[in-house]
């Protein structure tokens, strides 16, 4: 063998040794819930599969994450059924939690092959939410009781599940136009009393801590938004055993869960991955 050939065949075997191992990409959304379980997702892959994980997370709003994910930047993030079938979908708000999920899985196969696996258990609906002095429990006593200031996030006052519906499914008057603001400072906006009600979300750990009422959606205007990995087809294909390391977070974080480990993040200010390792730490127990 030639010089030249033995200096490209060690020049490709140096590259090749060099090579980076296959590595799984999860992203989620920009608030605490999707950090958290984009890195609950990222930790167990590691566990389960030996596998090297990149984290895109906080990557910004649904059609962001989702773009992300059809066009190959991520494999795999967490996402709401009601969210994809009114968001992403552009279809009829339905209040059928099966019926969502069976549209969803039949429709993101079809258009993007994307695979929504079992969801986690919860079901983090929006919440209209007020203090507790209003001494008010569903959204039709509230719109008979007054005008209100709304502080809503950014994706709420776009969404066709969003603020337009709500006002007239409830009739629901406003003293001014609502105010936008990011997530996390809508309940010290309230407590603030710079605004009378927000729209958040179910899980959130704040509601048990904070003097407030979630308001109940006594004319069921928000569709079921449970949640669920969404996956990329092609990387189930590449790691045939993603699936089953996966499959042990189904159902084992109920709302009550999910609400807790979002305190911890968001009251408690504890390392998102440190919240996120402790829950996994539960999975080698049985439910209580």
């Known amino acids: 063998m030639d010089r030249k050939k033995t200096v490209a065949c060690l020049s490709a075997l140096l590259l090749a040794s060099c090579a980076r191992p296959p590595a799984i990409v999860v992203g989620s959304k920009n608030f605490t819930e999707q950090v958290l379980l984009g890195e609950i997702l990222a930790q167990q892959i590691e566990r389960k599969l030996g596998v090297r994980v990149v984290r895109k997370l906080d990557l910004g709003g649904t059609m962001l994450a989702h773009e992300a994910l059809a066009a190959g930047s991520i494999d795999l993030y967490p996402e709401y059924t009601g969210t994809a079938l009114t968001a992403v979908l552009k279809r009829p708000v339905l209040s059928d939690p099966r019926a969502v999920l069976d549209q969803v899985r039949d429709a993101y196969h079809r258009q993007w ?64 136009d609502p105010l936008t603001m990011d997530l996390g400072v809508l309940y010290a906006a309230l407590e603030s009393r710079k605004v009378d009600m927000i729209a958040a979300n179910s899980t959130d750990g704040l509601i048990s801590v904070r003097n407030v009422t979630v ?74």
Not at 124 to 150: C, G, P, Y
Not at 265 to 280: E, N, S, T
């Open 113 to 176: 092959h994307l695979a929504w696996l079992a969801p986690f258990g919860f079901n983090n609906t929006f919440a209209m939410i007020v203090r507790r002095d209003e001494k008010l429990q569903t959204l039709s006593a509230a719109a008979r009781a007054h005008a209100w200031r709304l502080g809503i996030g950014y994706e709420f006052r776009q969404r066709p599940d969003g603020l337009d519906g709500l006002l007239k499914a409830y009739r629901l008057r406003l003293s001014a």
């Open 215 to 288: 308001l109940d959606d006594d004319r069921a205007y928000f569709p079921p938004y449970q949640c669920a990995a969404v996956v990329r087809e092609e990387t189930l294909a590449r790691f045939p055993a993603l699936r089953s390391a996966l499959e042990p977070l189904s159902g084992r974080l109920p709302n009550a869960v999910m609400r807790s480990l979002n305190y911890q993040v968001d009251g408690k200010h504890r390392p998102v991955a440190d919240v996120a390792a402790g829950f996994l730490q539960t999975l080698n127990h049985p439910l209580q």
